[in-house]
T-cell receptor, first 113, second 110 residues
Framework: NAGVTQTPKFQVLKTGQSMTLQCAQD?????MSWYRQDPGMGLRLIHY???????DQGEVPNGYNVSRSTTEDFPLRLLSAAPSQTSVYFC????????????FGDGTRLSIL | ELKVEQNPLFLSMQEGKNYTIYCNYS?????LYWYRQDPGKSLESLFV?????AVKQEGRLMASLDTKARLSTLHITAAVHDLSATYFC??????????FGKGTKLTVNP
């Protein structure tokens, strides 16, 4: 049982490049979300999804796109990378009940030069 | 706007001592979560607090929730080095979205 799998674990990009951060879960969780973690800022919600075909914006959505075509996968796309997007990105999932904690992946450490 | 204020942001303790981390939030919520993060690692769920007056304990950590005061606390009893980590509180204000505090970096010194 893999839980929440994020790939890649590390990535270096040049300004203006695009890329997709992958998040896959095998727990049949309805709710999936993406956070970024920056020093001294805690975790900030980028986008989230309450089920396949449904996505919504979080606190810091600009520069990021998401889609949810299946229950299992929730990729995060950086359209044109900027140095301000250098961060650690976490994917999290939960059952969809409002009383369950979210399960976090191991994170993707992204540097943009 | 949903806000969470966590303090202190940095805490250096001696082993064997007690201390409390505070988490204030800005709107009505009856769902409060505490997470632990070790350096370079992911977040691990510690406690889920679902109602006013809820208290949960695991080992040397005890969490409580006062929804009227919009306050949750994480109390550390007789700290040991293994508790060194960053602790986050997070709450849900009516949807699935979690709002996190900035975290408390705890260092327990021998």
């Amino acid at each position: 049982n893999a839980g929440v799998t994020q790939t890649p674990k590390f990535q270096v990009l040049k300004t203006g490049q695009s890329m997709t951060l992958q998040c896959a879960q095998d727990m049949n969780h309805e709710y999936m979300s993406w956070y970024r973690q920056d020093p001294g800022m805690g975790l900030r919600l980028i986008h989230y999804s309450v089920g396949a075909g449904i996505t919504d914006q979080g606190e810091v959505p600009n520069g990021y796109n998401v889609s949810r075509s299946t229950t299992e996968d929730f990729p995060l796309r950086l359209l044109s990378a900027a140095p301000s997007q250098t961060s650690v990105y976490f994917c999290a999932t939960s059952l969809g009940s409002q009383y369950q904690p979210q399960h976090f992946g191991d994170g993707t450490r992204l540097s943009i030069l | 706007e949903l806000k969470v204020e966590q303090n202190p942001l940095f805490l250096s303790m001696q082993e064997g001592k007690n201390y409390t981390i505070y988490c204030n939030y800005s709107t009505t919520s009856d769902r409060l979560y505490w997470y632990r993060q070790d350096p370079g690692k992911s977040l691990e769920s510690l406690f889920v607090l679902l109602s006013n007056g809820a208290v949960k304990q695991e080992g040397r950590l005890m969490a409580s929730l006062d929804t009227k005061a919009r306050l949750s606390t994480l109390h550390i009893t007789a700290a040991v080095h293994d508790l060194s980590a960053t602790y986050f509180c997070a709450f849900q204000g009516g949807s699935e979205k979690l709002v996190f505090g900035k975290g408390t970096k705890l260092t327990v010194n021998p």
